[in-house]
């Protein structure tokens, strides 16, 4: 059998909620999945929930989905999608937080390529000195409060707040 009639029944017994199918879908492509989310976005946990949520936009959706070629394909270009979208969201929220202390916040629209936007962000924050590096990245990547980082760290609210000051000035200046 050709792997386009197999994707074809496979896809078919994803349309008919065959529970079966779902998860031999998993076990093929998931580890493939993840390691491509990751190679893109450079964060495993978020590689894994990207992926995790694909396979269940894919059950919840595969009646509407018309599936053109071969499942692989689909599937990597989803992930590759939803890994690109993932990006853009974290650099608005990052380009955001940089320039919320501006009087006058511009809204543009660039095309990125997001891969080296990510690998130029990720440079300019290994530039940051050491404390201000381990503060930004819990307060962007680990979504944690000031107040959350001085008591983890044993710093009081006000450095951790001068430190995010140092390392978004720092950000801004790297990015530009």
């Given at each position: ?84 979208n993932y ?13 919320e ?76």
């Open positions: 059998m050709s792997h386009r009639n197999e994707d074809q029944e496979l896809w078919e017994k994803l349309r008919q909620k065959d529970e079966a199918a779902l998860k031999s879908l998993f076990f093929k492509f998931n580890e493939k999945l993840v390691n491509r989310a990751y190679h893109l976005i450079n964060n495993k946990e978020a590689a894994e929930e990207l992926t995790q949520d694909l396979f269940l936009t894919i059950w919840e959706k595969a009646s509407s989905i018309e599936l053109k070629g071969k499942i692989e394909n689909y599937l990597l270009v989803s992930i590759k999608n939803r890994s690109f990006l853009k969201s974290r650099f608005a929220n990052t380009y955001l937080t940089i320039h202390e501006d009087s006058e916040v511009e809204f543009q629209t660039h095309e990125y390529d997001l891969k080296q936007l990510n690998k130029k962000v990720i440079w300019a924050i290994n530039q940051l000195p050491a404390k201000c590096k381990e503060i930004f990245i819990l307060s962007r990547r680990h979504e944690m409060t000031y107040n959350e980082i001085s008591k983890s760290l044993g710093i009081s609210k006000k450095t951790v707040e001068t430190q995010m000051g140092i390392a978004l000035k720092k950000l801004r200046e790297l990015i530009k």
